[in-house]
């Protein structure tokens, strides 16, 4: 942006789609000047709930818009929702990208990279995207390391990483970088009111997100994710002194997770219904589509018990670091649970229990520890110790 150019004028040159991805004024108007002629391969890099995500989708409608990027036209409702078939977006599915056996092998380095020289299903460009690039492996980073040497004309790679030192310098060293720096309290509290949530509720959720947007959007316009955050409050309250309270609170978390399974799946059906014809089958160019649906949709249900148990620790992990706040002395503006009373725990136990719980989330995140249900456990029978 020159000198003299005011942020509102510069924004009203950005094509709507750009305009709209909140809070990266920068990242967003060098976009918008790489789309006069675009680079082959870019990286955003910022931490999880930076916009990264957001940018990307509206980056790949301006390319695959015919009128660059309005944000009204199929190509744009499309891409915005990364259901453009000249769209690919590799993403791991499991704790890494993995190099694969063949171009037939979903969802690898070696499927993703024979598909940049195909010519795309639609004619125009083709946006080649990778999700949490750090996470390919090296024999996977050196396959994309080879398009990226040799890319193919009118493709447009765009890869995410919230952990960009972790990528081969090869790789980063062939990408344009653009940073999406984290958002500001005042602006994630901020975008919420504008867009009709309280200001308390704002705070809230904004702190509860750790200041990712997305998630702060959700937990500020649906009850569920509070619901969970009251439910473990509540039974690790009970559970203090009372192992068997504690074997109880097991019980009453492990069965929420379940319903939460259940509930996430009637949602995911929906979202295949406008792909779908009269009988059930996916429209013929949205083959390829909804089969990556489908896939993503498997791989979330899969991990939904633990996504849930992950996040109703992460929240009382929270709670008691309000507990320690508060019993040390500190302000209650401080504490992130605002709706929420601390006090009542001593600062040594409950800085113990903070730890307790993380240990608890770092087991479960390893997906070859099979049985949640014991990591809970010992979780609630030491917390009911304190
Ligand atoms: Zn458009």
């Known amino acids: 942006m020159t000198a003299g150019t005011s942020a509102a004028e510069a924004g009203d040159r950005l094509p709507p789609v750009i305009r709209d991805v909140p809070g990266q004024e920068h990242a967003t108007a060098f976009l918008a000047r790489a789309l006069e002629h675009p680079h082959h391969a870019y990286l955003f890099a910022g931490p999880e709930g930076s916009g990264k995500r957001l940018a990307m989708r509206a980056f790949a409608a301006a390319l695959l818009c015919p009128s660059g990027g309005c944000g009204e036209c199929r190509a744009c409702r499309l891409a915005l929702g990364e259901r453009h078939p000249n769209m690919l977006v590799l993403e791991p599915t499991g704790p890494?990208?993995?190099?694969?056996?063949?171009?037939?092998?979903?969802?690898?380095?070696?499927?993703?990279?024979?598909?940049?020289?195909?010519?795309p299903p639609e004619p125009g460009r083709k946006v080649m995207v990778v999700?949490?690039?750090?996470?390919?492996?090296i024999e996977a980073a050196d396959v994309l390391l080879k398009v990226l040497e040799e890319p193919p004309t009118d493709t447009v790679f765009i890869l995410l990483s919230a952990r960009p030192i972790d990528l081969p310098e090869t790789i980063r060293s062939r990408c344009q970088e653009i940073a999406f720096p984290p958002l500001s309290e005042d602006f994630v509290v901020g975008t919420l009111v504008r867009e009709g949530v309280e200001e308390p509720r704002?705070?809230?959720?904004?702190?509860?997100?750790?200041?990712?947007?997305?998630?702060?959007?959700?937990?500020?316009?649906?009850?569920?994710?509070l619901a969970a955050r009251d439910l473990v409050v509540r039974v690790a309250t009970e559970a203090r002194g009372d192992p068997s309270a504690a074997l109880a609170a097991v019980e009453e978390l492990t069965s929420a997770a379940k319903?939460?399974?259940?509930?996430?799946?009637?949602?995911?059906?929906?979202?295949?219904?406008?792909?779908?014809?009269?009988?059930?089958?996916?429209?013929?160019?949205?083959?390829?589509?909804?089969?990556?649906?489908?896939?993503?949709?498997e791989r979330r249900l899969r991990r939904a018990e633990r996504e849930f148990l992950d996040w109703s620790l992460q929240a009382l992990a929270a709670y008691a670091r309000d507990q320690v706040v508060v019993a040390s002395?500190?302000?209650?503006?401080?504490?992130?649970?605002?709706?929420?009373?601390?006090?009542?725990?001593?600062?040594v136990p409950a800085a113990r229990a903070m730890g307790w719980v993380e240990e608890a989330r770092a087991d479960l995140a390893d997906e070859t520890n099979l049985n949640a249900r014991l990591v809970l456990e010992r979780l609630f029978l030491r917390l009911s110790a304190i």
């Not at 002395?329 to 600062?347: F, R, T």
């Open 131 to 137: 999700l949490q690039a750090d996470r390919l492996r």
């Open 329 to 347: 002395g500190g302000s209650s503006e401080m504490v992130i649970h605002l709706d929420m009373p601390a006090g009542g725990w001593e600062a």
């Open 259 to 297: 319903d939460y399974r259940k509930g996430l799946g009637e949602d995911l059906k929906e979202e295949l219904v406008p792909f779908l014809d009269d009988k059930g089958k996916p429209e013929e160019p949205f083959r390829g589509v909804v089969r990556r649906i489908e896939e993503q949709h």
């Open 202 to 225: 704002a705070r809230l959720a904004c702190r509860l997100s750790g200041g990712n947007l997305g998630r702060a959007r959700r937990l500020a316009r649906d009850e569920r994710d």
């Open 96 to 119: 890494d990208i993995l190099v694969g056996k063949d171009a037939a092998d979903p969802n690898t380095a070696r499927w993703f990279a024979a598909r940049a020289y195909l010519t």
